[in-house]
C-alpha cells in the first residue's frame, strides 16, 4: 500500500515538474540577438527563449552562413518586410523569387497574449491552411512586422469579429507602436527588432514589383550572433 501511495505521489510530482517547466518556457526574455547587416543598412533582432525551437533553428541558420547573399525578397507597406528564401541568393531580376523548395517545418509555438504582432516584432513565414493545416512555420523564411496603427474603437470591433480579447499590453502596443493583430495566433511569433528599426523603415518604403519584390534588390549581407542589442 505504502509503495502505491508513493508511486502516485511521484507520478503527481513528475506531472506538475513538467506542467511547470513547459510555463516557464513562456518568456520574451533573451538571450540571443542577432545583428542583421543589410545594403540598405543594419538591424538588431532578439531573439525569445520561449520559442527555443524558432531560436535554435534561426541560430542554427545565422552562424551556418545560410542568409548571407540573400534577399528581402517580399515587401508590403504598412505590414511588413519578408526574407530568407534561400533561393534568392544570386537572384536576377527574372528569378521567381516566390519559389522556395525549401519544405521541412517546424512545429508552431504560438502563445498569442505573450508572442504577438506588434511593430518590429519577428515571425516565422509559413504556408497557408489549406496544405498546412498544422500551421507548422517554414525552416527560413520570416518577416518583421511594421504593419498599422489603431484605435480602441478599432480593436474593439476587432474583438468583436474574431471573438477574441486583447490583453491591456496587447491594447497598448497596437495603439502606440502598431502592428498587425489579424496575424496573432496564426504565425509564430519568436523576436523583435531591439535596435535599427530606420532601417527596417526604409526598407518597407522602397518601391515594389506587382509581385511585392522591391525594384531595388535588399540584399542581405551578413548575420551575426552579438553578446547585445547595440
Sequence with gaps: MKRIVYTLLMALFAFFTVDAQKESTLTRESSTYVKIETSMGNFTVALYDGTPLHRDNFIALVKS????????????????????????????????VSVDTISERIPIEVNADLFFHKRGALAAAREGDEVNPEKGSSKSQFY??????????????????????????????????????????????FGEVVDGYKTVQKIERLKTDPTNRPVKDVLIKKMTIVKSSK
Design 144 to 189: 518583421i512586422v511594421t504593419g498599422t496603427y489603431f484605435t480602441d474603437l478599432d480593436l474593439d470591433a476587432f474583438e468583436k469579429s474574431h471573438q477574441r480579447k486583447f490583453t491591456p499590453e496587447q491594447r497598448e502596443a497596437y495603439k502606440m507602436l502598431g502592428g498587425t493583430p489579424h496575424l496573432d495566433g496564426e504565425y509564430t511569433v
Design 65 to 96: 552562413g545560410a542568409y548571407e547573399g540573400t534577399l528581402f525578397h517580399r515587401v508590403i507597406e504598412r505590414f511588413m518586410i519578408q526574407g530568407g528564401n534561400l533561393l534568392t541568393k544570386g537572384a536576377t531580376k527574372s528569378t521567381d
